[in-house]
């Protein structure tokens, strides 16, 4: 049953990818096609290849997304008015994300950074029962997660850094 769901939704999203007319819904439509083809890789089992296939293929959409934001000339105008038309709502979002980030996660079993004390523990806690019941994409979330989150999350800042710098580049200057 689970199976022919996300087949059904992965063949109705890709047809939509095909056809698609605006541009956005061209580079909006593979998310779904790339979630639920991972969701039948991790049905097969492959669970590697489920977590790998989104990260690879979401910063082809991004690329993407640069390039249709290249490619329509929005007027700075436009977005400064949209952008202040959602602004209570984004700054209420985005308090209660750092509310959560600081309050609600320990400090102490999340840290940032993998030092003695932090890994110390991964290396003489008992873990035989736990890791042979861990399969290959739990035992990497585990890791990525928890003791090398900073060296997860600096190469999509470098990404964005990116994306910034390509975007301003290309902006064209109109004042004089």
């Known amino acids: 049953m689970i199976l022919s769901v996300l087949s059904s939704l992965a063949l109705v999203s890709g047809l939509m990818v095909v056809r698609a007319k ?87 079993s999340i840290p940032l950074l993998p030092t003695q004390r932090n890994t110390t523990s991964l290396r003489y806690m008992v873990y035989a029962g736990k890791v042979r019941s861990w399969t290959n994409l739990e035992t990497l979330g585990n890791l990525l997660y928890t003791y090398y989150s900073v060296w997860f999350l600096v190469p999509s800042l470098i990404l964005l850094v990116a994306m910034i710098g390509a975007i301003v580049l290309t902006m064209h200057r109109t004042t004089r």
């Open 22 to 108: 605006n541009p956005v819904h061209f580079v909006l439509f593979p998310i779904p096609v790339f979630r639920n083809t991972s969701g039948l890789l991790l049905l097969l089992g492959l669970d590697f290849f489920a977590m790998i296939f989104p990260v690879v293929h979401i910063g082809a959409i991004a690329v993407s997304f640069l390039f249709v934001v290249m490619m329509f000339h929005i007027q700075i105008a436009e977005i400064h008015e949209e952008v202040l038309r959602y602004l209570p709502v984004s700054g209420i979002i985005g308090l209660i994300f750092w509310w959560e980030m600081f309050f609600i996660l320990d400090n102490e």
